[in-house]
């Protein structure tokens, strides 16, 4: 029972939580998340994200395409969760880091 699904065109998407990364210079934005008021997933938003050691094992959707949204995912594989998922709309932001 995955109660966060997201269907594109290039396929579905299913997972237990959800992290929104989205926002700019540090100033949290919430995009309307259609059920995320009634669902029993978890859903998190990048600027209270932390690590990713409590989610081992679990099946993770992050949505946003900018640094913080890759650099989420990429801490959620490290940290073994069982599948990372992104969705990205729209043009792709990443700033190298140096």
Same mark, same amino acid.
């Given at each position: 029972?995955?109660? /966060?699904?997201? =269907?594109?065109?290039?396929?579905?998407? =299913?997972?237990?939580?959800?992290?929104?990364?989205?926002?700019?210079?540090?100033?949290?934005? /919430?995009?309307?998340?259609?059920?995320?008021?009634?669902?029993?997933?978890?859903?998190?938003?990048?600027?209270?994200?932390?690590?990713?050691?409590?989610? =081992?094992?679990?099946?993770?959707?992050?949505?946003?395409?900018?640094?913080?949204?890759?650099?989420?995912?990429?801490?959620?594989?490290?940290?073994?969760?069982?599948?990372?998922?992104?969705?990205?709309?729209?043009?792709? /932001?990443?700033?190298?880091?140096?």
């Amino acid at each position: 029972a995955y109660p /966060w699904q997201a =269907r594109t065109s290039r396929g579905h998407y =299913r997972a237990r939580h959800v992290v929104i990364a989205t926002g700019y210079c540090r100033q949290p934005a /919430w995009p309307p998340v259609p059920g995320a008021a009634t669902t029993q997933g978890d859903i998190l938003h990048s600027a209270s994200y932390r690590n990713g050691q409590s989610h =081992r094992g679990q099946r993770i959707l992050v949505v946003g395409s900018g640094n913080s949204a890759f650099e989420i995912a990429l801490d959620l594989v490290e940290c073994e969760a069982s599948r990372v998922s992104l969705l990205v709309n729209g043009p792709r /932001w990443v700033i190298p880091i140096r």
